[in-house]
């Protein structure tokens, strides 16, 4: 055991729901809470423990509820206030958890707070926001939006600049007005106070601006300003205070959202001696296929760098910090089409990741339809697609000369609608998902993948990640033990050892769509082995020294 003390989010898997895309109650083509309800044990059936619910929140929908202009009420869409309730009851009383999305580097700018401070410049609320003059008839400084475009809006009332990040419908919120961070943990304890057991934080490390707001380097006309607001000055302060006033009250797991953090600014977050998170998602393995221009730039990846991600976050955190493990989310492309191969191979690829994911050292999220192996959407038209981001780097990139096939080949690899398309329930229209007509198209092809059909094959995605789940429940040293990479610069397989005093695992894994052959190094030494999982029934293996993979094959050993 290493000197991490245990606790219950470490032993967890997690869930995410992406409300709007998860399953619509009543026919208005948009996932809501009742939908949610109905699936409960279809959750439980899985196996996980908590889920992370993306945000449920009153709000106009510039980012799908990322821009939230109520944080103490439900959204519309989504049901009331009665129905959250019911959904708090119903996850307790299966025995899952449930933590909620807390967006605190901005709000939307339909809040009243926004409202009110966009009013005049003596208005109360007026430093609830970053509100700036212009400079030389231009914005405050030349920081670019992460959705295209300047981070800065003029607005005319007062002929001031607000900052936003994000959407100009995202103003950022001034944390260095202590009633904004009052409010917010007033906020945040109301809803811990209804049971909630945590947080995942929206961009959390990026409250806290460097004074004085300078530009950025670089030779746009907006260039990327992160190092005057990416794990800024004040930010530990803040979350300390936080966590002070609020989160160390109760017993409950929280996760950073954290761009462009290394191991050693993570444990800044997450070390215990901290008091400030359990854990935050790290980007690094997400960037790992964006070229010198950014997300859209895409460029080929390969294993080793892969695994050199892998190894420096298991290591440096080892022993220090928590970490958390995903593979894609609601802003990601779908892992299999990323790091698998969505074709041919796709389940058995699917199940490989898989159990990459249940077998490194951190807490494992699961994407929703992740575990049906869902793939990527090529929807032929720009008309089809719903996301903000998408959609300005659209118009931006056409703009400066792009042509559309190449845009949309970035779309195809890079676009968050790529998870944003509605789950796959069944054979019926639109997958099961709404009676009426879905605010994003669902995939077509839904009715090979698909929740009924997965129930119906024992050997499906969806069972292969419940016999994960059911196994990391029964290995210790899966969730305590040390992890040591294996065949550092093969190209083809990824293999490690997990040990935690006399246990120890074995986890080959090839991510090649032919087949390879994994020779043991002899360090690795053992008297006797057991599968506890592949993802081939045919053939066991019997010689560990020499493996033959199959495409795409995964093999968990236990060596005694
Ligand atoms: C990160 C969220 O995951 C993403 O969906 C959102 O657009 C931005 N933060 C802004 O809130």
């Known amino acids: 055991m290493n000197n991490l003390k245990r606790t219950w989010w470490k032993e967890s898997v997690v869930y995410q729901i992406y409300p709007r895309s998860f399953q619509d109650s009543n026919g208005d083509g948009i996932g809501d809470i009742p939908g949610i309800i109905s699936r409960l044990d279809y959750l439980k059936a899985l196996g996980v423990d908590i889920i992370w619910l993306s945000p449920v929140y009153e709000s106009p929908n510039d980012d799908n509820g990322y821009d939230i202009s109520n944080y103490q009420s439900i959204m519309d869409d989504f049901g009331t206030i009665a129905d959250w309730e019911a959904l708090l009851e119903g996850l307790h009383s299966r025995g899952m958890k449930l933590i909620m999305d807390l967006v605190v580097n901005h709000s939307s700018d339909e809040h009243v707070w926004f409202a009110e401070s966009r009013k005049?410049?003596?208005?109360?609320?007026?430093?609830?926001?970053?509100?700036?003059?212009g400079k030389d008839g231009k914005e405050p400084n030349n920081w670019s939006s992460f959705f295209s475009g300047p981070a800065w809006e003029l607005d005319e009332t007062t002929g001031q600049y607000f900052l936003h990040l994000f959407s100009k419908k995202q103003p950022d919120l001034n944390w260095e007005n202590e009633k904004v961070r009052r409010e917010v943990y007033e906020m945040m304890t109301w809803w811990l106070d209804k049971g909630i057991d945590g947080f995942r934080m929206d961009v959390i490390n990026l409250i806290s601006k460097v004074e004085g707001l300078p530009d950025a380097a670089g030779e746009g006309q907006y260039n990327f300003g992160g190092d005057y607001f990416m794990?800024?000055?004040?930010?530990?302060?803040?979350?300390?205070?936080?966590?002070?006033?609020?989160?160390?009250?109760?017993?409950?797991?929280?996760?950073?959202?954290?761009?462009?953090?290394?191991?050693?600014?993570?444990?800044?977050?997450?070390?215990?001696?901290?008091?400030?998170?359990?854990?935050?998602?790290?980007?690094?393995?997400?960037?790992?296929d964006s070229g010198p221009g950014g997300k859209w730039n895409v460029q080929p990846w390969t294993l080793s760098a892969f695994k050199r991600i892998m190894s420096k976050w298991q290591n440096d955190m080892y022993g220090k910090g928590w970490n958390s493990l995903y593979l894609n989310n609601h802003d990601q492309p779908r892992m299999v089409?990323?790091?698998?191969?969505?074709?041919?191979?796709?389940?058995?690829?699917?199940k490989?990741?898989?159990?990459?994911?249940?077998?490194?050292?951190?807490?494992?999220?699961?994407?929703?339809?992740?575990?049906?192996?869902?793939?990527?959407?090529r929807f032929e038209s720009i008309a089809q697609y719903r996301d903000?981001?998408?959609?300005?780097?659209?118009?931006?990139y056409r703009e400066a000369g792009h042509s559309v096939e190449n845009i949309m080949a970035s779309i195809y690899s890079k676009g968050r609608d790529n998870a944003r398309t509605p789950m796959q329930w069944d054979t019926t229209a639109h997958g099961g998902f709404t009676a009426g007509t879905p605010w994003l198209s669902v995939n077509p092809n839904y009715k090979e993948i698909n929740v009924a059909e997965a129930l119906s094959d024992p050997d499906s995605v969806f069972h292969y990640y419940r016999r994960l789940i059911e196994i990391r429940k029964q290995?210790?040293?899966?969730?305590?033990?040390k992890y040591e990479a294996l065949l550092e610069q093969d190209e083809r397989i990824?293999?490690?050892?997990?040990?935690?005093?006399?246990?120890?695992?074995?986890?080959?894994?090839n991510f090649y769509e032919a087949t390879v052959t994994f020779e043991l190094p002899t360090t690795v030494a053992y008297t006797s082995f057991e599968q506890l999982i592949g993802n081939y029934s045919a053939a066991e293996h019997t010689d560990l020294q020499r493996l033959e993979l199959r495409p795409y094959e995964a093999q968990l050993f236990k060596l005694r």
């Open 120 to 133: 005049s410049k003596d208005n109360p609320y007026r430093d609830y926001y970053i509100w700036r003059d």
């Open 231 to 288: 794990n800024g000055p004040r930010i530990h302060e803040f979350l300390q205070e936080m966590n002070r006033e609020v989160l160390s009250k109760y017993d409950i797991m929280t996760v950073g959202e954290t761009i462009g953090v290394t191991p050693e600014d993570a444990i800044q977050y997450v070390g215990e001696d901290r008091g400030e998170l359990s854990m935050v998602f790290q980007f690094e393995l997400m960037d790992i």
């Open 337 to 350: 089409s990323r790091f698998g191969h969505d074709g041919e191979f796709r389940k058995v690829s699917a």
């Open 352 to 377: 490989m990741l898989a159990t990459l994911l249940h077998t490194l050292q951190g807490t494992p999220y699961i994407y929703q339809g992740e575990e049906l192996g869902m793939t990527n959407v």
């Open 388 to 396: 903000i981001e998408t959609l300005n780097m659209f118009k931006e």
């Open 475 to 481: 290995q210790d040293v899966i969730v305590y033990g």
């Open 494 to 509: 990824y293999a490690y050892t997990r040990t935690l005093g006399e246990e120890r695992l074995l986890v080959v894994l």
